[in-house]
């Protein structure tokens, strides 16, 4: 049933596709020749996986990248024609669904032979892409099992049920500086198990090994493709380095307008447990979004933007809000009024999500894909 009612957005996030295009563009410079896989799981990092999806091949991506099947069926429904690969799978994973919409499927072992039943079922190949385990701990054959799994992929290859695409792993320690040594032996160990598969008859067509701290950092490792995924979204994968540090733009801003500005004594207790108690008499404003929105709770003295100054969040943060100490004269009603303008980070003010995730001992990449379903996402047209 349509609505009865319009409203302007009361919280927002603004997806900048310029500065996504941007971030492809650089990207795929960078790795020249190796094709670059713009990974859009989780839904784009909380952007918009079909919007990204978009953006991403017109401005150069040639991969398309998700965890599940799922995902990438309704990329395939959106009009993605771009290869879509999607690598992590359960026994309810519709792989019949994968073969007849062309999507590639990772394999790290036993489900090969479930593949090969849904290729059989849909009378059709399935195109697949062998997954070594060699660090990370994760799906992935283990190495002790990697012969037999070539074997097995080779055997089907004869028979027509598959077609062996590329051989890919995924590094544990490519963004830390000193996890050179750590990097250096996955890759070794991942050049072995190619030279293993094409001892099988396997032709390894695309060999990709780089996430984003891999291919800005390690050119050793691009190989023939690069699965940027975090990179595209203008983050920095490095503690140390700023996605300005890295050529790279963010792409997500959050945004939303103060709802109440109220005075406040000394000594007045702030949100839940009073952990913030206000300090001399002063302005409290009310921000509306909360940990449903995505906002961390335990995110307590992050910095916020409001109307051209920052100040920090205090106390804890709510479900649907949390408060701003605008160490402000008690009667001043100009600062912050409500309907000011807030940012909690974005081109406005500068800040980033890193500053929120220290804020909250995380990373960035969690704050983006955090944000809630009802805080809409507004996409900024590139061109």
């Given at each position: 049933?349509?609505?009865?009612?319009?409203?302007?957005?009361?919280?927002?996030?603004?997806?900048?596709?310029?500065?996504?295009?941007?971030?492809?563009?650089?990207?795929a410079?960078?790795?020249?020749?190796a094709?670059?896989?713009?990974?859009?799981?989780?839904?784009?990092?909380?952007?918009?996986?079909?919007?990204?999806?978009?953006?991403?091949?017109?401005?150069?991506?040639?991969?398309?990248?998700?965890?599940?099947?799922?995902?990438?069926?309704?990329?395939?429904?959106?009009?993605?024609?771009?290869?879509?690969?999607?690598?992590?799978?359960?026994?309810?994973?519709?792989?019949?669904?994968?073969?007849?919409?062309?999507i590639?499927?990772?394999?790290?072992?036993?489900?090969?032979?479930?593949?090969a039943?849904?290729?059989?079922?849909?009378?059709?190949?399935?195109?697949?892409?062998?997954?070594?385990?060699?660090?990370?701990?994760?799906n992935?054959?283990?190495?002790?099992?990697?012969?037999?799994?070539?074997?097995?992929?080779?055997?089907?290859?004869?028979?027509?049920?598959v077609?062996?695409?590329?051989?890919?792993?995924?590094?544990?320690?490519?963004?830390?500086?000193?996890?050179e040594?750590?990097?250096?032996?996955?890759?070794?160990?991942?050049?072995?198990?190619?030279?293993?598969?094409?001892?099988?008859?396997?032709?390894?067509?695309?060999?990709?090994?780089?996430?984003?701290?891999?291919?800005?950092?390690?050119?050793?490792?691009?190989?023939?493709?690069?699965?940027?995924?975090?990179?595209?979204?203008?983050?920095?994968?490095?503690?140390?380095?700023?996605?300005?540090?890295?050529?790279l733009?963010?792409?997500?801003?959050?945004g939303?307008?103060?709802?109440?500005?109220?005075?406040?004594?000394?000594?007045?207790?702030?949100?839940?447990?009073?952990?913030?108690?206000?300090q001399?008499?002063?302005?409290?404003?009310?921000?509306?979004?909360?940990?449903?929105?995505?906002?961390?709770?335990?995110?307590?003295?992050?910095?916020?933007?409001?109307?051209?100054?920052?100040?920090?969040?205090?106390?804890?943060?709510?479900?649907?809000?949390?408060?701003?100490?605008?160490?402000?004269?008690?009667?001043?009603?100009?600062?912050?009024?409500?309907?000011?303008?807030?940012?909690?980070?974005g081109?406005?003010?500068?800040?980033?999500?890193?500053?929120?995730?220290?804020?909250?001992?995380?990373?960035?990449?969690?704050?983006?894909t955090?944000?809630?379903?009802?805080?809409?996402?507004?996409?900024?047209?590139?061109?």
């Open positions: 049933m349509a609505t009865s009612w319009t409203a302007e957005p009361e919280r927002w996030v603004t997806i900048d596709h310029a500065a996504l295009a941007h971030n492809v563009e650089t990207i410079r960078w790795v020249k020749p094709q670059v896989m713009a990974v859009v799981k989780a839904d784009g990092y909380g952007h918009g996986a079909v919007e990204v999806a978009k953006t991403a091949v017109a401005a150069g991506a040639t991969w398309i990248g998700t965890a599940h099947i799922r995902e990438a069926l309704e990329l395939r429904e959106a009009g993605i024609t771009a290869p879509l690969l999607a690598w992590l799978h359960t026994i309810r994973t519709p792989f019949r669904a994968a073969i007849e919409h062309n590639d499927i990772g394999v790290s072992g036993p489900e090969i032979e479930m593949v039943e849904a290729a059989r079922a849909a009378d059709l190949p399935a195109r697949i892409h062998l997954k070594i385990d060699t660090g990370l701990s994760r992935g054959a283990a190495p002790e099992q990697w012969d037999e799994l070539c074997k097995r992929a080779s055997e089907l290859q004869q028979t027509g049920i077609r062996v695409v590329g051989v890919f792993t995924h590094f544990a320690t490519a963004d830390d500086p000193d996890g040594a750590a990097v250096d032996e996955q890759l070794a160990a991942y050049h072995q198990a190619v030279d293993t598969a094409r001892k099988h008859g396997l032709t390894v067509d695309v060999r990709h090994v780089a996430n984003s701290p891999a291919l800005l950092s390690r050119p050793d490792t691009h190989l023939d493709m690069v699965r940027a995924g975090v990179a595209i979204y203008g983050l920095s994968p490095f503690a140390e380095r700023t996605p300005e540090d890295l050529g733009r963010q792409v997500m801003s959050f939303t307008t103060v709802a109440n500005n109220k005075p406040a004594d000394e000594g007045t207790g702030v949100s839940y447990g009073y952990a913030y108690r206000c001399t008499p002063t302005r409290l404003a009310l921000v509306p979004c909360g940990y449903a929105d995505g906002v961390p709770r335990i995110a307590e003295g992050a910095p916020v933007w409001i109307d051209g100054n920052y100040y920090r969040v205090a106390g804890r943060i709510a479900m649907d809000q949390f408060v701003v100490d605008l160490n402000t004269d008690r009667d001043d009603e100009l600062t912050a009024p409500v309907g000011a303008p807030v940012e909690l980070f081109p406005k003010s500068g800040l980033t999500s890193d500053a929120w995730a220290l804020a909250a001992g995380t990373i960035n990449y969690e704050l983006v955090r944000i809630g379903a009802r805080v809409p996402r507004i996409h900024k047209p590139w061109i």
